[in-house]
């Protein structure tokens, strides 16, 4: 039996445990059984969801060889990498990397820099590619329910057009989502979202990739909603050694309002995003 047929046996016994899980919790939930036992079951499927995803994704390959080993771990460019000046890219490539990075659209990590020196990471998913050549982005940043507008906005509209921003793109894995759950909450503007990381501003060493962009407009949303569209120009890409356009990895996505996960379907693993 090869690697692909291992990888499709194992795979499917554990889509097949999700499946059981799944039933398993609706019919103690249909009981009102005791709650710690419905979320030891919850905890269980999300785990089973988790490694069928690493096991379909090929990241586990090596554990289906016959000899001893751990599967290696996702690239990131704190473990070394290499930037690309975008500007240096044919049409085609600029166009791979892109795509590769920001479609479908992921659940990133912002970072910019207050005019006070207050380092700003932020969870963003309202991220989209509007024009490959020249390379631009569109980020849409609303207030809060008290009006208090996001301080990435705020940052970048301090330094106006030429500030910096930097996009991190996140693998879809448990860290990274802890990642997100640990910026997403809201702090005082003197206070820095990096004190609750394990890393350093102003580089997201656990990333998957980076993109480097300047602001170069700004856009008031119409209709009297409450945000403003900021036009980012890429400028550089920074990718783990060994990295190309073509075998990025598998990102993480925000699933609907309030979960994480790797994809869109619901055997897959998800992660709670806790707003509070």
């Known amino acids: 039996m090869d690697i692909d047929e291992r990888r499709k046996v194992v795979s499917r016994y554990l889509r097949r445990c999700v499946t059981y899980s799944d039933a398993s919790i609706a019919r103690k939930q249909s009981r009102e059984e ?5 979320a030891r079951w919850q905890a269980f499927r999300e785990f089973t969801a988790f490694s069928a995803s690493e096991m379909e994704s090929g990241a586990l390959d090596t554990w289906l060889t016959d000899e001893e080993g751990d599967p ?13 000046d975008v500007d240096s890219l044919g049409f085609r490539d600029r166009r791979a990397w892109l795509a590769s990075l920001l479609m479908p659209k992921p659940v990133v990590l912002v970072g910019t820099k207050s005019k006070s020196g207050v380092e700003n ?14 390379p631009l982005l569109a980020l849409s940043l609303s207030t809060n329910r008290e009006g208090r507008p996001r301080d990435t906005l705020v940052n970048l509209q301090e330094e106006g057009v030429g500030s910096k921003a930097s996009i991190f793109i996140l693998n879809a894995d448990l860290e990274s989502a802890s990642a ?4 997403v909450k809201l702090v005082a503007r003197e206070k820095s979202e990096w004190d ?8 997201y060493d656990s990333a998957l990739c980076a993109i480097n962009c300047r602001v170069v407009d700004f856009y008031p ?10 036009i980012l120009r ?3 890409i920074e990718a783990p050694e060994g990295v190309g356009s073509e075998s990025i990895p598998v990102k993480l996505f925000q699933i609907g309002f309030d979960k994480l996960g790797p ?14």
């Open 180 to 183: 997100v759950n640990k910026t």
């Open 34 to 38: 005791d709650p710690s036992e419905i």
């Open 72 to 84: 290696p771990p996702p690239p990131k460019i704190g473990d070394g990498s290499y930037k690309i």
């Open 234 to 236: 890429v400028e550089e």
């Open 121 to 134: 990471i932020a969870p963003m998913s309202s991220i989209s590619i509007v024009s490959n050549h020249p």
């Open 196 to 203: 609750f990381l394990p890393e350093s501003p102003p580089n």
């Open 263 to 276: 994809g869109p379907s619901e055997s897959d693993w998800r992660s709670q995003i806790d707003y509070a």
């Open 221 to 230: 949303l119409p209709e009297e909603a409450v945000g403003t569209l900021v």
